[in-house]
């Protein structure tokens, strides 16, 4: 073996080492990630909110070590003193043993008899998941004809908590299946799949190893959601950019019988494009840093870092690997014919749009535009906190439960904090809002609790405490104690922060939008050296996602019946479908310019077309593929933006990239490249 040819195989071997030994290192870490991870909503608000001050004034006033979990049982009739006793002596036992209060309260009965309800307290330390585990399991046996229901603060965080259980199981699983069914499909190959796969894992235990350290060590806050996001974007984005070299590299084949040669021509040809694109994503993902929200700042980072990682994986191990392997990796089929049928289509594709691309666009268009006009339809203001499950919750059902015998607020109060002086006016002021039940100032033995010159009023509402109605009356109340003159009031408690946080989130996306606009145009316009391009890339990629949020507006408010969205789902669909969409306008467009320089822009674009329509295709539906693995989370938050990025990039791709953006293109002409000198 010669000098040379040892070096060329020494290398990529070198390289497969350090893969392996960072995977080693890291992989385990991606298993750790939820150990790491916080779903405290008052955790994510700013310091600046009016409840997180009042979170901060409350441990002063109250016992803070613990939050409710309410046990409620109701009867089609009246309950007996025997069914209304199960509830006290199935939870008795719990009582002072790690993770409760040494003290529940007694079984309290409803004013129509048919229910009685319980306040246990949980410890706010960690996860309560055992401990309302345990409290089901105490009351899995009630006596015949009573049901039993756990919910309030504490269940509700302990079933967020278990519907996030499989994110680094069950979620990757389907998501690797799905990445490895369709690599099979567009390969036809049994290795090739699994070394682009092998690729992708590579890259998540990278990125897993650098989020989990940063986490760990309090740099940044990682929520579930977060993790379960950087789970999807890394396989689809690593699984992307292998698409793309490889279908380089075996285009270039057909004219190179050397592998390794063809490998290198291939690597140097998709590295600008991949590059550029994973700036453009990392870029505009870290828009989110600009967000008042700490859980929608974190995951800029986040997903940064799982963008990086996945370049990182795809341009140096992959084609090392590629490189040890060598044609072997396309068997059985022979690499210079393998993309023959596939041209073949895109060939047709292309001639449709070259005949008459002005007939082309405008149909195209008009389809889209028809799409987005019910974009203003969808309703993102808000839901109640009991809707963020799909498929229900226990907590869910004994809220609904709760609502009909009681108080609806009741065990969930929302705190009011203000200057003594005006600690009475406030109350009395308080208990007139709409939607109040009572409002009280808080006491103790020797009188009403002060701290530094202010007390603190303890309000009951008189809807489910975790409703909209309810942080619609919070809203009143903070009108209302406003009003009062040298009152100084803050209102806080767990509807306030649910209310901050939807505002915020609203804030957050009338900001970040704009700005992620401004950075992924900048970023075309440098690409491209050209003024006109970037802005038909960019505008037909907010079609794409206008047109996905009508199509969504339709199904959510109609056959779906989801109650609404969160503020946020537009602004995560928005982010990564702009970001990552403007992939396949790279992988195109610097194609297309690349061929013009030597045919011309016409001729450049058909070429484009034809040679890169297939894999593009592959890319947005494997990306379709593994946003909608984002579902098996049961969820209404994660299944509403799995939806809208899949169903936004596959018409991006599918449409916007094979019809709208050529078209545009061939009647536009050489003045696409405008001000750069024309091809």
Not at 104 to 131: C, H, I, M, R
Not at 475 to 491: C, F, Q, T
Request: aromatic letters at 6%.
């Amino acid at each position: 073996m010669t000098a040379g040819r040892l070096r060329r195989t020494m290398i990529p071997a070198l390289l497969l080492l350090i893969w392996l030994a960072i995977a080693g290192a890291t992989g385990p870490l991606a298993g750790k990630l939820a150990t790491v991870t916080t779903n405290d909503a008052s955790a994510f608000l700013p310091s600046s909110s009016e409840s997180t001050q009042v979170a901060a004034l409350l441990p002063e006033f109250t016992d803070t070590e613990y939050f409710p979990a309410i046990v409620v049982a109701e009867k089609d009739s009246t309950m007996t003193p025997a069914d209304r006793a199960f509830v006290a002596e199935a939870v008795a036992p719990l009582a002072g043993t790690p993770g409760f209060a040494p003290q529940f309260s007694p079984a309290l009965p409803s004013a129509d008899g048919q229910a009685v309800q319980l306040f246990v307290p949980v410890s706010t330390e960690g996860k309560p998941k055992e401990q309302i585990a345990a409290l089901r399991s105490a009351l899995a046996s009630p006596p015949p004809g009573v049901v039993v229901a756990v919910t309030g603060p504490a269940a509700q965080a302990a079933d967020l908590s278990n519907a996030f259980a499989g994110i680094d199981g069950v979620l990757l699983l389907v998501a690797g299946a799905v990445v490895l069914l369709i690599l099979i499909v567009v390969y036809r190959s049994p290795i090739l799949p699994l070394v682009v796969l092998i690729s992708a894992v590579f890259a998540l235990a990278l990125a897993s190893g650098v989020v989990y350290a940063l986490a760990s060590s309090g740099v940044l806050e990682l929520n579930a959601q977060s993790q379960g996001i950087l789970f999807i974007l890394v396989f689809g984005a690593a699984t992307d950019y292998a698409l793309l070299l490889v279908a380089r590299y075996r285009e270039t084949l057909a004219d190179h019988s050397d592998a390794r040669a063809a490998l290198l021509i291939a690597w140097r040809a998709t590295l600008p494009p991949i590059g550029a694109s994973a700036a453009t994503v990392i870029l505009g993902v870290l828009c989110l840093l600009l967000s008042d929200l700490n859980s929608n700042r974190s995951l800029g980072p986040v997903a940064a870092i799982g963008i990086a990682a996945s370049l990182l994986a795809s341009v140096t191990f992959l084609p090392a690997a590629l490189a040890l392997i060598g044609k072997v990796a396309f068997w059985p089929r022979h690499p210079e014919s393998g993309s023959g049928s596939a041209h073949r289509i895109w060939e047709r594709v292309a001639a449709f749009v070259a005949r008459s691309p002005r007939k082309v666009w405008a149909a195209t268009l008009i389809v889209l535009l028809a799409g987005a006009a019910f974009a203003p339809a969808f309703r993102a203001d808000g839901i109640s906190t009991d809707d963020f499950f799909l498929g229900g919750a226990e907590s869910v059902t004994g809220s609904q439960m709760h609502a009909r015998h009681f108080q609806a607020g009741s065990g969930t109060p929302t705190w009011v904090m203000v200057d003594q002086a005006a600690a009475t006016a406030v109350a009395e002021r308080v208990r007139t809002v709409d939607g109040v039940a009572s409002a009280q100032v808080l006491t103790a033995d020797t009188g009403p609790v002060t701290r530094d010159g202010r007390q603190a009023v303890q309000v009951t509402l008189a809807d489910d405490a975790n409703s909209l109605a309810a942080q619609d009356t919070v809203v009143r109340i903070r009108d209302a104690a406003g009003a009062v003159p040298g009152a100084d009031a803050l209102v806080g408690g767990s509807t306030a922060v649910d209310l901050d946080t939807r505002l915020t989130a609203q804030r957050d996306r009338n900001v970040i939008i704009p700005i992620v606009l401004l950075v992924v145009l900048a970023v075309l316009i440098v690409l491209l050296r050209s003024l006109v391009a970037p802005l038909v890339l960019l505008a037909t990629t907010v079609l794409s996602f206008g047109t996905a949020l009508g199509v969504a507006a339709l199904l959510f408010n109609g056959p779906f019946g989801f109650p609404g969205a969160d503020p946020v789902v537009p602004l995560f669909a928005f982010v990564f479908l702009v970001a990552l969409g403007i992939d396949y306008n790279i992988f195109l467009m610097t194609r297309a310019r690349e061929e013009a320089q030597l045919v011309g822009t016409r001729d450049g674009m058909i070429r484009a077309l034809t040679s890169t329509g297939g894999v593009i295709s592959a890319a947005g539906l494997v990306l379709a593929a593994t946003f909608s693995a984002l579902a098996v989370i049961p969820l209404l938050f994660l299944a509403q933006v799995a939806f809208l990025v899949a169903f936004g990039v596959l018409v991006d791709t599918l449409i916007v990239r094979s019809l709208l953006v050529p078209a545009l293109t061939l009647d536009i002409g050489r003045r696409i490249w405008w001000p750069s000198r024309s091809s």
